[in-house]
C-alpha cells in the first residue's frame, strides 16, 4: 500500500484544513498517511522562516485566503483570538500517544484541531486545555505525565530535526517518497504524485 508522510502542528490553520481533507485524499488515492508531529517553532528556528501573522497585512489576507478554502471544503474555521497558541505540549501528548500506539490519536487529533481553529479555545490555558481533553474522554493528567516523560521529548525533536534534514520549512508538508509538497493548497498535486 502506498503511503505518504504528513508533518504538522496544531498551530497551524493550514495544518488544520489539510487535516480535514486527509481521509478524503486516502479513500480517493488508495494511500494511507504516515501521521508525523513536529514542533513548527523549532522548524522555524532552524530554518529561519517565520509565520505569515508576524506580518500585519500578509496575516489579515491569510486568514481571508484560508477561510475561502474552508468553505470549498465545506468545514468550519474560526480565527481564535488567543492566536499563537504554544502547542509544544500538546505536540508532545499526540507524540506520546503515537509511541504507544494509541488507536486514539486520530480522535485526539481531532478534538485539538477544533478546539483551536472551530471553537477558538484558548489551549494557552491549562485548565481549558485539560477540561477539552477529559470532555474528548481524554485522562488529561495521564497524557501531561506522558508528555513530559523525557523519551517523549526526545522522540518530538528527532521528528522536527528529521524534518528540518528533508527540507521542511513550514506546515502542512507533506512527502511521497522524498518528494516534498509544502501547504494544505497543494493536496491536488500529492494526489497526483500517489497516483504516479
Not at 474555521?77 to 497558541?85: A, D, E, T
Request: aromatic letters at 12%; glycine letters at 8%; a negative charge.
Amino acid at each position: 500500500m502506498k503511503t505518504f508522510d504528513f508533518y504538522f502542528d496544531f498551530g497551524s490553520l493550514a495544518a488544520y484544513l489539510a487535516h480535514t481533507q486527509l481521509p478524503k485524499m486516502c479513500a480517493e488515492t488508495g494511500a494511507s498517511a504516515n501521521l508525523l508531529p513536529m514542533l513548527l517553532g523549532g522548524v522555524f528556528q532552524a530554518t529561519g522562516n517565520a509565520s505569515p501573522m508576524t506580518v500585519p497585512a500578509k496575516g489579515r489576507y491569510v486568514f481571508v485566503d484560508f477561510k475561502r478554502f474552508a468553505d470549498g471544503y465545506g468545514v468550519p474555521l474560526n480565527m481564535n483570538p488567543h492566536f499563537p497558541i504554544i502547542t509544544t505540549t500538546l505536540m508532545r501528548m499526540v507524540t506520546a500517544l503515537q509511541m504507544h500506539n494509541d488507536p486514539r490519536m486520530p480522535t485526539f487529533m481531532d478534538a485539538v484541531f477544533q478546539a483551536i481553529w472551530v471553537d477558538s479555545l484558548n489551549l494557552n490555558d491549562p485548565v481549558i486545555t485539560g477540561q477539552m481533553l477529559t470532555a474528548a474522554g481524554f485522562d488529561a493528567a495521564a497524557l501531561l505525565a506522558m508528555a513530559n516523560e523525557q523519551a517523549t521529548k526526545d522522540q518530538l525533536k528527532a521528528v522536527t530535526m528529521k524534518a528540518v534534514e528533508r527540507g521542511v520549512f513550514g506546515a502542512p508538508s507533506f512527502f511521497v517518497g522524498e518528494e516534498m509538497f509544502w501547504g494544505q493548497d497543494r493536496m491536488e498535486q500529492v494526489k497526483a504524485a500517489l497516483r504516479a
